[in-house]
């Protein structure tokens, strides 16, 4: 500041100045007046659609990028079992899974009991099951009944003799089911 400048003579912004400033934000604006709210909002939704563009084909990259680790489908490496073809391949496709091991249960009876009942039991007590003496039990495999027995004693071991057995055909299909 000078020394005979006062503070009010440097706060004062000369005509020129201001004429100056209104051109520059006229040329930023594009336009012959001050922007208004509706251009900025369209500025910034057209800014917006652009970025939104943008990540969508870096994505797009990226998933079409190979990379060596990205593990492949399941789909792509092993063949489907059960959607068509020939008989020879249904029977290769079943061949597969007979070694695979199931759970085989009798089923001796079933009952419900309270709580209260289940607590009281003790060495000795006798549940009381709905099946009657000399009942069929019932064969499951995986939960699923598939037939119908006696009990025998074969070599000191408990087994069954099935007395009613459904057809493989209806096995399988009910196995399909419930596996």
């Known amino acids: 500041m000078a020394e005979n400048d006062t503070p009010q003579e440097e706060d004062k912004v000369s005509a020129e100045d201001w004429a100056a400033a209104m051109q520059q934000q006229q040329a930023q604006t594009g336009e012959g ?16 659609a652009q970025h939104d563009a943008e990540m969508a084909r ?3 990259e990226l ?4 990379d060596p680790y990205q593990a492949k489908p399941a789909k792509d490496l092993f063949p489907e079992f ?11 496709d079943f061949k597969l899974i007979l070694d695979i091991p199931v759970r085989v249960t009798v089923e001796l009876g079933r009952t419900k009991l309270a709580i209260r009942d289940v607590l009281q ?8 099951l709905e099946g ?8 499951l495999v995986n939960g699923t009944l598939i037939a119908q027995g006696e009990v025998v004693v074969v070599n000191e071991k408990f087994g069954i003799r099935l007395t009613d057995i459904i057809t493989p055909a209806e096995r399988m299909r009910k196995l399909r089911q419930h596996g």
């Open 121 to 128: 039991l003790a060495h000795g007590s006798v549940i009381e």
């Open 63 to 66: 998933k079409q990028a190979s």
């Open 58 to 60: 870096v994505a797009q």
């Open 33 to 48: 007046g001050a922007a208004t709210p509706e251009d900025e909002w369209a500025a910034a939704l057209a800014e917006q």
């Open 82 to 92: 059960g959607t068509g073809g020939s008989e020879t391949d249904k029977l290769n």
């Open 132 to 139: 009657l003496a000399g009942e069929p039990m019932d064969v």
